[in-house]
Each structure stands twice: as C-alpha cells, then as structure tokens.
C-alpha cells in the first residue's frame, strides 16, 4: 500500500474523517440499544442471536477507540485499513443479522460511499469489491445453513451493485470538488498576492494617498503621503491638527468642485504639493481620496525655463550694453587722470566708474546664467580635493581673511564637475568672509566635511561668524535677483544652487545657534551619474 498523505487538503480532511467518525459510532450505538430492547427477541429468531450481541458490543467499542486514536492519520494506510476494518465489521454483521432482512447492506453502501471521499480511484473501489464480495460470498454460506437465504442474492446483487454505484458517484463528485477546491484556493492565493503587491506598490509610490472620512479623520497614509507631510503617523489622526492648509483646500474643493486646488507647503522648508481630491462612497459612508503630488521639480523646471528665456533676452541685450558701458567707463578714468579735474569732479568720475564696474558685473553674471556649460561630473576624493583648493585659496586671499579646514573620515568621494565646485566653493566663501568682516575685525569661514549619519552622504559645511541672514528672507536667498545689499546681484546663491543640482547635491541654508550663517552641500553618491 502507498506510504501518502491523505488526497484531501489539510482542511476537508479531518472534517470528513471526524463526520466518519461520527456515523460509525452512532451506527454502534443504536445496534447496542437494538440489542438491549425487546426487538432483540424477535432478531434472534432469524439470526446468529450471541454472534450479533457480541459483534454490535465490538463494533462500538472498537470505533470509539479508533475515533479517540486516530484524529489526523498521517498516512494513507491508516484510513485505508479504517475502511476495511468497517466493511469487514458490517460484513459479520450482515451475516449474524440474517442478510439482507436485517438492513445492515443499506449501511454498508453509506460506508462505501464516506470512505471513497477518503480514498481515491482503485483504492476506494477495492473498498467496494470487498463489501459487495462479502455480502455475496456471506449470503452463499448463510444459504448452506438455511435455504430460504437462497432468494436474497438478487437483493445482495443489487446492494453490491449499489456499492459500486455509490463508488463511482462518489469519486466523480470528489473529483468535481478537489478541483473546484483547488481552484478556489489558487484564485484566492492569485487575489491575496495581488492585494500584497497592492499595497507594495501604494506604499513605495512618490505620490501621497489619503483616505478620509466625514469627520476628516485619516483613514489611510501611504508611505509617501507621510514623507511629503513631515509625519511619521496619521492613520486615526485629525487632518487638520497636522496640516490645517489640506483641510482648507478640501472645503475650497468642496465649495466648487470644479476649480483647481492651489499648491500648498505642508513644513517649513518642504516641497510645493500639488492637493487633488476624488469623493469615495462606501455604503452610507462618504469618503475623500486625497492625492498629493511633489511639484516642487516641475516648478523648478518651469523656473528654469523661464531664465532660461530671461537669460538669452539679456544676453542679448548685455551685448549691445557693453560695448557703450565700456566706452563710459574708459572716458571716466581717463577724465579722472585729468590734472586739470577739481575734487569734487574727481569724486564724481570715481562714482561713474565704480557704477560702470557694477553694471559689468552684473551684465557678466548674466551671461555666465546664459552660457552655463553642461557639467561634466569626475570621480572626486572630496578631503584631498578640498585640502588643495583651501592651499590654493589661502595663498591668493587677503591678509585679514582666515579660512579653517576641518574634516572626518577617511573616505568621502563623490562625483562632481570640479571647475563648478571650484565656482560653488568660492562664491559661498567669498559671502561668508564678506559677511564675517562686517562683525569681526577679520573675516573668518570654516570649512567642515564630514559624512552625515543618517543620509551616509559626505556633506561639506561652509560656516561664518557674520550677522546671519534673518528668518524672514531665508526662503528667498537662493532666488534670482534677490539681494540684500546695495552692490550685488542677487545671482551668485541661485546659480551656486543650480550647479549643485546639475550634479546630484544640494544646497540648503542653516542658521547657527552661536551666530551666523551655515551652507550645507549635500554630496551625491559616488555610484550615482549625472
């Protein structure tokens, strides 16, 4: 017999074997009683009286033992011999009972049939051929005993042939349901790893997804709504305790569905978002899917464009200014040399010419916005490239400016265009010493390059002593054209900020808690290309 598990699953089986259980026991049971009241006499009459009393006594005895025993067969053996020992069982049964009279051959169909949902193909119809066998070989020896036995063979016939019957019926609708079953249980696997990569692919989207419901409680946050909104947790949360600005555009939203909700600023610092809302209904309960997009690249990008056009426009016209501001500036040194020339005339030249060399610079910044050449990026040892350049710096700069180096870490490479390092360095620099100079009898930059603990990233800080920038013009010093000071142009953070991100860095703004100012440049990954 083959050593197998049993062909049902894990789950049908032990129901079915504990429903088989059941009907052999209470088959048992009600021949006890049979046997204790007063049909017992009019049984013996017509059959093996002790045979039959001992052999109920047995049957029940012998199947609560097995149903104590046996609650999950590992093998097929085991309910294969279960099975048999049930023919066999009812089989003397059926012979000490008188035959087919007694009705013991009506059960022994029902056994047949429960022990094919078991039992599979041959094995289940050899469960059959010894029933049916055994109620005909069973019928021929009651026959010898008794003649008048010899008229129920064509009712044994009958019942053997029920037996197969119910065999076959059986192992066919078996077969029905295991492949429904196995059907089912593969949809059902085939919906759960759809439902899991559901939920894989919300959570790992850029894109924030919220669900709230009437009270504006947040029902759902992916992962990216969290990221874009500051939050480590708003599932059970009120919206509007965490971002008032949302809950405004959802009632604007609300008041007329047909206008475009305008970008908000979740945190201080954080990207543009860009709020859309779609109305959800489940059951009586109305709902808002809430969807927020970072604009924050394409409103860049959009900027970008914009100087870009403003840059080829100027350029232009930078053109056409130089040639006549050079003549001006070149007749204001000459007419300044004059001996000739009063002081307060001299005065006057020396305005004209500072005002020309002003006008150049900026007309220079704005070609150079307009003619920025493609970064061309180059594996960089970050702590020997700056050791170099702070040598080269020191030795060309002034003789009350002071710039500090100070690095951690052995390795700290990264990718980056060296020459617009050069100009991102010297620009930050040249502002902190500036800055420095105006509090302090020197000016003083420190230079920290570390790799940040949590990003893993090298960061390169440059830091000053001067008066700091104040919290109200924080979030315009990197746009264009914004200046503070009477001389300058308002170009050289912005463009500082673009060749950073020409090359995969960054470069944000952080105040000092002791005093000045702190820019920070957040490196690339060496792995990772323009």
Known sequence: MPDSSLPLSSAASPRMLRLYHLYRLTIGLV???????????????????????????????????????LQRPRHLLQVFSLAMFDVTMLSALFYAAGGTPSGIGNLMIVAVAIANILLRGRIGLLIAAVASIGMIYLTFYLSLARPAAASQFVQVGALGALCFAAA?????LSKRLRHSETLAEQRASDVASLETLNALILQRMRTGILVLDEQRQVLLA??????????????????AA?????VERLQQWRDNPTMLPRSIVAVPGGPILQPSFIALQRGEEQQVLVFLEDISQIAQQAQQLKLASLGRLTAGIAHEIRNPLGAVSHAAQ??????????????????????????????????????????????????????????EYRSASGPNQTL?????????QTRMDPHQLTQVLTNLIENGLRYSAQNNDRGQVWLRLFRDADSDLPVLEVLDDGPGVPQEQIEHIFEPFYTTENKGTGLGLYISRELCESNQARLDYKPRE?????????FAHPRKLS
């Open 242 to 246: 965490r971002c008032p600005t949302l």
């Open 404 to 412: 500090h180096i100070e690095t951690h870490g052995s390795s700290l």
């Open 514 to 522: 002791e005093g000045g100012s702190c820019f920070r440049v957040t």
């Open 222 to 239: 992916n992962q990216g709504a969290l990221n874009l909104l500051g939050s480590d947790h708003l599932a059970g949360e009120p919206l």
């Open 31 to 69: 021949l006890v009683l049979l046997i204790s009241s007063d049909l017992d006499d009019q049984l013996l009459d017509l059959a093996q009286g002790p045979l039959f009393r001992y052999g109920s006594w047995l049957y029940l005895i012998v199947n609560i033992v097995i149903a104590v025993l």
């Open 168 to 172: 076959l019926f059986v192992q066919t």
């Open 334 to 391: 000459l007419l300044q040399e004059s001996e000739a020339l009063e002081a307060p005339d001299k005065r006057l030249a020396q305005i004209i010419q500072d005002h020309s060399r002003r006008m150049n610079l900026v007309i220079e910044n704005v070609l150079q916005l307009s003619r920025r050449r493609q970064a061309e990026p180059q594996l960089l040892d970050l702590k020997y490239w700056l050791h170099r350049f702070v040598g």
